[in-house]
């Protein structure tokens, strides 16, 4: 219950003590007392609507406090409500009212540090969280919003719990290293589940801190899970870039070779058939970059792909006659089978990246016999086939094929990174079609077969 106060004195001392006895639940001020109508701390009080008296005994005998305190540092006063106060009142007077007032005005100052720490703590934009003996001691709102726990759920509870089996030991350890003096890691990268299950990836940043007297370790943590998995899209796609230029660069490469010898240098037609080969290697090359800035503006693992019409034949063509020299290098056959033409309207990059990858594949894992390309339609659907007499695949790399850095490893002194495949794959599946293989086994050869509706992606509008 609140201890009755009446404050005797308005003047400076006075006035300074009147907000702090009013602020704090352990006073009841009721009434005010100063013989000078005019004194500082008067219109503070009745605007507090406190009972205001000249005369201190008439205060006394109205009032009935269980407490006085006299800030007049008058020593005749004090003397006199000595003598008149009412049984069982308390009075503070001369230099412990000056104390009180030090003593308030400390709690004060303390009170609004605390409200301004609890506020830094609210408007903080990452999570803080306090370990101590292995227990969470203690965390701001934004590391309970972040992993979807109330406040009662969280207080004590063990802070291994919360993370992944892969950080677990290694975050505790840390922690343990703190609080024993050592000094650990500051920043690093943990992972921690949140109440639906979900992995975060949290950037985290550590330090010594205390808590109730004993030493306790304080992690300030930010929730990186997108960022990291923008970096990760980010590295991928470029493996991918780094890869697939060397499509449009092998055919350079060894045309270039070729014109360098003199007996090719002699024969026209050939020269003819080698340039034709470098413009549109060229010119494919620029095509390939103008795509990939395009599937650089992956957003939320979402490709978005265009709609025109294509012509398919023409694109088939284009990337055989462009593989066609890696072929004859070799004493392999390609051959693209004819097939009746068919409307269809799709993303070129889809179906231009598709064909280049099995055809590539096909020449770099043949070393004898033959490539052929084929392609059956219905109604709805078509599908590109890649046959070849090259290494075939066994049941479990029919399985892994399709992933990255799927690529056979069997095959001594063949360059490749294995990603072409799952690039493919990707694609395909934003066009809402399908990649498979069939193999007989090792070097049993292999059919690869792409299926894509003849009608995918976000019709083109850019040319109305």
């Known amino acids: 219950m ?20 009013m602020a704090k639940d352990e006073f009841d001020l009721i009434g005010a007392c100063d013989s000078n109508s005019q004194a500082v701390g008067v219109t503070i009080a009745r605007q507090c609507g406190l009972a205001l008296y000249q005369d201190a005994e008439e205060a006394l005998r109205d009032l009935h406090v269980d407490l006085v305190i006299d800030a007049t540092g008058d020593p005749s006063l004090a003397t006199l409500l000595y003598e008149v106060r009412p049984a069982g009142t308390a009075l503070v007077t001369g230099e412990a009212s000056r104390l009180l007032w030090q003593l308030l005005s400390t709690h004060e100052a303390q009170r609004r540090s605390e409200i301004r720490f609890n506020r830094l703590l609210e408007d903080m934009h990452s999570g803080l969280v306090v370990v101590q003996d292995g227990n969470i001691k203690f965390a701001n709102r934004i590391f309970y919003e972040m992993l979807g726990y109330a406040k009662e759920n ?38 921690v589940i949140d109440a639906q299950g979900n992995v975060l990836e949290m950037r985290v940043r550590a330090r010594l801190t205390e808590w109730e007297g004993k030493p306790a370790s304080l992690a300030i943590m930010h929730d990186v899970t997108e960022l990291r998995r923008l970096q990760r899209e980010r590295e991928q796609f470029f493996r991918y870039m780094v890869h697939e230029l060397r499509a449009p660069l092998s055919p350079l490469t060894s045309v270039t070779s070729l014109l360098r010898k003199p007996e090719v240098q002699k024969d026209p037609e050939r020269i003819e ?61 390609l051959n693209v089978e004819p097939w009746e033409e068919f409307s269809l309207h799709g993303d070129d990059f889809v179906v231009r990246t598709a064909v280049r990858n099995l055809v590539n594949n096909a020449v770099k894992y043949t070393q004898e016999g033959h490539v052929r390309v084929y392609v059956d339609h219905d109604a709805k659907r078509f599908r590109i086939h890649v046959s070849d007499t090259g290494a075939g695949l066994t049941e479990e790399e029919q399985q892994n094929i399709f992933q990255e850095f799927g690529r056979i490893q069997r095959t001594e002194g063949m360059k490749g990174s294995g990603l072409g495949l799952a690039l493919v794959k990707k694609l395909v599946d934003a066009a809402g079609g399908e990649i498979q293989v069939e193999s007989a086994g090792k070097d049993q050869g292999s059919t690869f077969t792409v299926q894509l509706p003849r009608v995918f992606g976000k019709p083109d509008t850019s040319a109305k």
Not at 6 to 18: D, P, Q, V, Y
Not at 156 to 168: A, F, Q
């Open 2 to 21: 609140a201890t009755t106060t009446l404050l005797i004195g308005l003047g400076r001392g006075g006035s300074a003590l009147l907000p702090y006895l």
């Open 154 to 191: 969280l207080l004590g509870y063990p802070y291994g719990k919360i993370l992944t089996d892969n950080v677990r030991e290694r975050d505790l350890t840390y922690h343990r290293q703190r609080v024993q003096g050592e000094k650990p890691l500051r920043e690093y990268d943990t992972e």
């Open 273 to 333: 058939k080698l340039t034709g080969i470098l413009s549109r290697s060229t010119d494919r090359l620029q095509s390939f970059v103008d795509d990939y800035l395009e599937l650089s503006k992956i957003e939320e693992q979402t490709i978005t792909l265009k709609q025109k019409d294509l012509h398919l034949a023409q694109i088939i063509e284009e990337v055989v006659e462009n593989q066609r020299i890696l072929a004859e290098d070799k004493g392999l056959e």
